[in-house]
């Protein structure tokens, strides 16, 4: 995972006239699909980030795929990007696949509605939602995660119990790292509705081969970029920026997540991105750090020291925080 146009450390500056365009496109996208959203239907009908409805109310959705709940094993299968595998930077600051992540913190927590539930995890750092249906970064025997995923869930009809993805947040990368700034405006105006279809079409084919009471939950993503308001006030405009093209991003996954019939975890809520707090009210040039960026220095490995960072992944707790939104959405 390296989320919109994630910084990293890498780059930051010449970014910004990229982000104001990414924020001014997701602004109509978000207009777009709202406009045109449906009420979902089936086992993510509600609106899980929203309402809490308890453990028996997430029980019975996630016993809803389950054809003989309590006899056999029960599977849950995580999709999507680094974050579906863990992914942290260890001490020399390589990326590593770790057991602290979302599915896994989320697999101990389920264990205690399906005890014995097995934990599958399919994710690929870098994936997008073209690679995932196509594929061309990880190696997968039936070509891409998307038809892993799919032969599973097939092959285990009636033992899956949860699906959950996180994917688009690497899209609109090749748009605009090493690209020639007047060759951006045309990619991304191509990419945003590229994503939409993609994610469309792995949704449903998710749900044709899960079958239709299958529990599916999806994501929207924190902004690792906020950190970069610690550093100048350049680095303030492309926090503020991108926080606003991340929420854009994040009305758009919602909208076509809840048209498939799955729920949302609401990450972007859980780590505060959009809370500036006062600061904006005083101006960029006031020396106050926001709740956002104290949540993003804390949950992730952005604010670290090298060579761990700037690293855009969530740590051990930001890892919690996820799982813990993705339990917020199955109980509701």
Known sequence: MAPPVSAAGRGVTGRAAACVLLAALLALAGCAVTSGQRKPAGPG???????????????????????????GPSYYLSLGDSLAQGIQPAPAGNDVRTRSGYPDQLAGRLRGLIPGLRLVKLGCSGETTSTMIHGGICRYPAGSQLAEAARFL?????????????????????????????????????RVPEIERNLSAILARLRAAAGS?????????????LELWRRDLRGRQIAVITDSFAAGVGKLLTARYHRAGARVADVFGAFRSADFGRALRHGLRAAITPPNVTAVCSLTWMCAAPPRGPNEHANNAGYRVIAGAFWRAIMG
Do not use: F, K, W
């Open 45 to 71: 009908a509600a609106h899980g980030a929203d309402v809490i409805g308890g453990p028996g109310a997430g029980l019975a959705a996630l016993r809803a795929g389950l054809a003989r709940p309590g006899r």
């Open 154 to 190: 097939r092959s285990h009809r009636g033992r899956v119990a949860l699906v959950t993805i996180d994917i688009g947040a690497n899209d609109p990368n090749s748009c605009v790292l090493g690209a020639q700034p007047l060759s951006v405006p045309g990619c991304l105006y191509h």
């Open 213 to 225: 009471r299958v529990l599916i939950v999806g994501m929207t993503y924190y902004v690792p970029e």
